[in-house]
């Protein structure tokens, strides 16, 4: 697994905050903000990071951008820790 | 998940490449440090926060002190990381 800065992303608890949000479908910046309450700044620096370890996309759907979680990369990261393990 | 600790651990290389060596049974400091190829104080603080982690458990059996992986702390890594994958 070469994205060491998956895990450094995943160090924060905002960010895990995010994904965990996330996890139920996708959201804009202001429903994430709302339910975080934290600044937009500080917002946008978060899903700067996590757009930047691919843990999720964003895409433009009329006015709003839209983040949700990229699965592909989780799914990497699973079978990584999957291998260390006891239950199997 | 309380343990944010856990990912800025596992944020390096040469401490995932340790657990990746202990995936197979246990080794003592210096059959890690012969395969790593580092000096013993840089394993030793590799070692040190592994085990702050509780990502790995040490023993002493006669004259070595081995190390295992705990595999308890990343099953509740697994279920953490497993809610956000695709793949069911």
């Known amino acids: ?3 060491t800065n998956i895990f ?3 160090a924060d608890s905002q960010r895990r905050e995010i994904l965990t949000m996330l ?3 996708r959201l804009n910046a202001g429903e994430i903000a709302d339910k975080l309450q934290i600044t937009p700044a500080a917002l946008s620096y978060h899903l700067k990071l996590l757009k ?3 843990l999720i996309e964003e895409y433009k759907e009329k006015n709003y951008i839209y983040y ?3 699965t ?3 799914d990497e990261l699973i ?10």
Do not use: R, S, Y
Not at 79 to 88: A, I, P, S, T, Y
């Open 1 to 3: 697994m070469g994205e």
């Open 8 to 10: 450094k992303v995943l």
């Open 23 to 25: 996890k139920n479908g």
């Open 52 to 54: 930047g370890a691919d």
């Open 68 to 70: 949700e979680i990229n």
């Open 72 to 74: 592909t990369v989780f």
């Open 79 to 88: 079978m990584w820790v999957n291998q260390f393990g006891g239950k199997k």
